[in-house]
């Protein structure tokens, strides 16, 4: 590229030579050498910025999917009840309630993170499909049938049934401070800084597009644009594997590529629990990781119990398994794909990008370019994610507050009234986050800060969830106290890892090469705090496991210690596993 580039300049210089007008000369160099400066297919210096048409397919991209959103709002509009807002009147069916659980948390976090994972570290991510599994079972066969027999809305309700209001209010609003600060949306605008959006103005529009589906059409056009944003997210994906493979010479010589530069090695049976990514955290840490997402967090939890029969509940669970297996797939071939077009000059090291997140933006505008419109439909794909997980989050907060503070402090409210409260709570939920996405800061790479903090405020959750479930004897003194003790440690050894970074020793990050750059900008590179040795360095994946694990044990001991109702528990605390059917407790609110 740096020969065509020379030739380029000879070329303008000969016009000069040539005695042609002067402004020619000066055209031809502005026009064809900065057109050969932006437009590096080999992925040296940098790339081409957003055209026209990107825009366009961008924006028709994102009309779509409000289009559907609004549509079902307008499909819907003679029915104005809570339930009908917040549920989709308890009336949807399996596949598209999959897609939506699908797309709502794997799409911002994969789209960005997952492919820079396999570039950088390899395919042990892959094994994510174990964790997947596991984590579909535990949910589909004990979480969903308690929840959707019991009828509640909110997810939080069975914390006082079974425990006490306070735990309720602390567990509800533990869960809404982790999604009012949750960081994919943040960064994921900030990742595509490489395509010269306007990250602002996008930031307004995504957020404004979000809010008016959301307030008029509640969870039924939510899940319905989910499903178009999953397909987009998918396309995406294809076109950058589809390009890098012509590129490249076909599929095969990527995986030679990935196998000569180690990143086929999946499989780390060591038991050191400081290690980022082995078979161990991976499965075991992983697992527990996401059954804490998926089992008891409000997103998830409000998408399944509006099914409409309790068989399409678990299916959407199964159904959504087949749909992560197919997307981490894909993100981790787009990795692969990345890593062979840059295998002998690394964006990183050179200083084409400034952090990870960067690299498949990099990637597209790179080797897509060429072909108008088409990184405006990656773009789109990522931004699909970003108004999936938005949306849903915007939802999910509107029925806690809704169920968890307003009802039950001001129980005269008649459904009209919780229906404009059900759309105001939208539009400032939607304003929220789009003030959080901006104000935020990077914190990191976007999977594992992403993964961090729901392993972080999850855990805990989890671990009184189970407390509640399988220990009779748990009370309400235990699970307070295993809950805020179990939330301190996660935070501190999160927080501390954050702080102080584990080093490569820990991480492993794999090889990456810049002798066949052009431009080689040097870095300087600060070694490791000693602290990153030691506690901090724990995987991230074992920070919900701790969390879980401690917030089970502290309760037990302290129920034991104080012996109130050791002996005698509400009968919604009956464990799921001898009756999956719960009595209600005479706690709960019709």
Known sequence: MGQSFCNVRLFCNSIWDTKLLYYNRLWCHFFWCHFFFFIMVDGRGPVALFSVWDYVVFVLIILGAAGI????????????????????????????????????????????????????????????????????????????????????????????????????????????????HKPPYNTTLLSFSVTGLD????????????????????????????????????????????????????????????????????????????????????????????????????????????????????????????????????????????????????????????????????????????????????????????????????NALVAVTVEDFLKPALPSLTERQVSWINMGLSVFFGGLCIGMAGVASLMGSVLQAALSIFGMISGPLLGIYILGMFFRCANSKGGLAGLITGLILTLWVGIGAQIYPPGPDKTLPLPLSTLGCTDIINATTVSPPALADSWYSLSYLYFCPVGTLTAMIVGIVVSAATGENFTTCPHVSRPVMSSLAVPLSPLRRL
Request: charged share 15%.
């Open 69 to 180: 959103g609004l549509f079902q709002a307008l499909r819907g509009r003679k029915e104005t009840s809570s339930a009908e807002f917040l549920l989709g009147g308890r009336q949807m069916t399996a596949v598209p309630v999959a897609m939506s659980l699908t797309a709502s948390f794997m799409s911002g976090i994969t789209v960005i993170g997952t492919p820079a994972e396999a570039y950088r570290f390899g395919t042990a991510f892959w094994l994510f499909c174990f964790s997947y599994s596991i984590m579909s079972t535990v949910t589909a066969e004990v979480f969903v049938p308690l929840f959707y027999r019991l009828g509640i809305t909110s997810t939080y309700e069975y914390l006082e049934m079974r425990f006490n209001k306070l735990i309720r209010v602390i567990g509800t609003s533990i869960w809404m401070n982790e999604f009012t």
């Open 199 to 394: 990250l602002w103005g996008v930031l307004v529009a995504t957020g404004t597009v979000c809010i008016i589906y959301c307030t008029l059409g509640g969870l039924k056009a939510v899940i319905w644009t989910d499903v178009f944003q999953m397909v987009i997210m998918l396309t995406g994906f294809v076109a950058v594997i589809a390009r890098g493979a012509v590129l490249r010479g076909g599929l095969g010589r990527i995986w030679e590529d990935a196998r000569q530069g180690g990143r086929l090695e999946a499989f780390d049976f060591d038991p050191d629990p400081l290690k980022r990514h082995t078979f161990w955290t991976i499965v075991v840490g992983g697992s527990l990781m996401w059954a804490s997402i998926y089992s008891i967090n409000q997103s998830q939890v409000q998408r399944y119990i509006s099914c409409r029969t309790l068989t399409h509940a678990k299916m959407s669970l199964y159904v959504n398994m087949v749909g992560l297996w197919v997307t981490v797939s894909l993100a981790m071939l787009s990795g692969l794909t990345m890593y062979s077009v840059y295998k002998d000059c690394d964006p990183l090291s050179n200083g084409d990008v400034d952090t990870s997140d960067q690299l498949l933006p990099y990637l597209v505008m790179d080797i897509l370019a060429a072909f108008p419109g088409i990184p405006g439909l990656f773009v789109a794909a990522a931004y699909s994610g970003t108004l999936s997980t938005v949306s849903s989050s915007i």
